[in-house]
């Protein structure tokens, strides 16, 4: 088992940013893949930005250079910076822990932190 806990979330007016923080514990060490995920109102659960067990990092379309993802494996801890943050980044935002097995993945999640950009 992975327990997973965000922090770092709030408003922020548009141009602004934030960092997200992401506290893992229990079995990390069987953690193969993670991520950040978020989730609008209305709207599916879509990735922000994953970072692969080869080291891969990848981001949503709509991060267009504004967002980094980091991992901090000493500590056990995950980031995500976001600058020139947009309305439409407004969000619950989402740790996310990956193990990977022969036929099947287990995900893991935080709780979710809020994220709301409006001036």
């Known amino acids: 088992q992975v327990q997973l806990v965000e922090s770092g979330g709030g408003q922020v007016q548009p141009g602004g940013s934030l960092r997200l923080s992401c506290a893992a514990s229990?079995?990390?060490?069987?953690?193969?893949?993670v991520g950040w995920y978020r989730q609008a109102p209305g709207k599916q659960r879509e990735l922000v930005a994953g970072?692969?067990?080869?080291?891969?990092?990848n981001y949503g379309d709509f991060v267009k250079g504004r967002f980094t993802i980091s991992r901090e494996n000493a500590k056990n801890m995950m980031y995500l910076q976001m600058n020139n943050m947009e309305p439409e980044d407004t969000a619950v935002y989402y740790c996310?822990?990956?193990?990977?097995?022969?036929?099947?993945?287990?995900?893991?999640w935080g709780q979710g932190t809020q994220v709301t950009v409006s001036s």
């Open positions: 996310n822990a990956r193990e990977d097995y022969a036929t099947y993945q287990q995900d893991y």
């Open positions: 970072i692969s067990s080869g080291g891969t990092i």
């Open positions: 229990g079995s990390i060490f069987s953690i193969n893949a």
